[in-house]
C-alpha cells in the first residue's frame, strides 16, 4: 500500500468513525430532555408531528427563558389562604362545575404568580411552569381548556362534567406543588414529586342525578 492510498484509507476510516458516533450523542441529548421534561416532551413533539428535533430546540429556548426563575415559598397563612379556596371550589363544583372549574383556573394562575411565576399570559406561564413543573403542567393546561370550552355553558351532560372533573384533578395535582414549593425547587426535579401532597376532600358526585365520579 503506497503512502497516498494509506492516507486516502486512514482519512475515510476516521470519516465512518466519525459518522457512527454522532447518533448516540444526539439520542443522549435527546434522551436526556425527555428524563427531564417526560409527558411534556411528547406532548410538545406532537405538536411538531412528531419532530424530536423540532421539540428540543422549543424545550432548551424555555430552559434558556425560564431556567433561572426565583421559585418563591409562600407563608402558612398565604398557603391554607389558597388550600381553603381550592377546597371550596371543590365542593362549589357538585352544584356549578362549570362556574368550579373557571374559578380554579384562576385560582392556580394566581398561586402560580403568587410564587413566581409570570402573569403576563397564560401560555407564557404555561411554558415557565414546564421547565420547573414539567411532570405536573399539564394540569394548568387542562383546566384552563376545559374554563375556556365551558366558560358559556351549562354543563349537564355526562360527559362534560366527567371532562371537568378530570381537568379538576389534573389541576389539583400542580395546584399541590406550587402550595408547597420551596425557593428553587423545581427546576431541579426530573420527575413528580416523591414529597406526600397536601390531601383535599374528594368532590362528591354532580347532585343533578349524581351523573359523574367524586374527584380525586
Known amino acids: 500500500m503506497s503512502v497516498g492510498t494509506g492516507i486516502i484509507f486512514g482519512m475515510v476510516v476516521a470519516i465512518i468513525t466519525a459518522l457512527m458516533l454522532v447518533p448516540p450523542v444526539a439520542q443522549s441529548r435527546s434522551g436526556n430532555l425527555r428524563i427531564r421534561f417526560g409527558p411534556e416532551f411528547d406532548a410538545v413533539a406532537a405538536r411538531h408531528r ?3 428535533k423540532a421539540a428540543e430546540r422549543e424545550l432548551n429556548a424555555r430552559v434558556s427563558r425560564f431556567g433561572d426563575l ?3 415559598g409562600l407563608t402558612p397563612q398565604a398557603r391554607e389562604r389558597y388550600a381553603a ?3 371550596g371550589l371543590q365542593e362549589q363544583f357538585v352544584d356549578c362545575p ?3 372549574v373557571a374559578k ?3 385560582l392556580l394562575c394566581q398561586l402560580a404568580v403568587a410564587v413566581g411565576f409570570p ?3 397564560h401560555a407564557r406561564q404555561l411554558e415557565a411552569l414546564s421547565v420547573h413543573y414539567p411532570y405536573r403542567v399539564d394540569g394548568s393546561r387542562q383546566l384552563h381548556w376545559a374554563a375556556q370550552k365551558h366558560k358559556t355553558a351549562t354543563a349537564t351532560e355526562a360527559a362534560e362534567v366527567e371532562e371537568m372533573r378530570q381537568a379538576m384533578v389534573a389541576g389539583r395535582l400542580l ?3 406550587l402550595l408547597n ?3 428553587n425547587e423545581g427546576a431541579r426535579k426530573t420527575g413528580p414529586s416523591q414529597r406526600s401532597p397536601r390531601r383535599f376532600r374528594s368532590i362528591p358526585a354532580q347532585r343533578a342525578g349524581d351523573r359523574t365520579r367524586p374527584i380525586g
Do not use: H, L, M
Open 98 to 100: 362549570a362556574v368550579a
Open 175 to 177: 395546584f399541590e406543588e
Open 85 to 87: 379556596q381550592w377546597a
Open 50 to 52: 412528531g419532530n424530536a
Open 70 to 72: 426565583r421559585i418563591q
Open 181 to 183: 414549593a420551596q425557593p
Open 104 to 106: 380554579a383556573n384562576q
Open 119 to 121: 402573569a403576563d399570559s
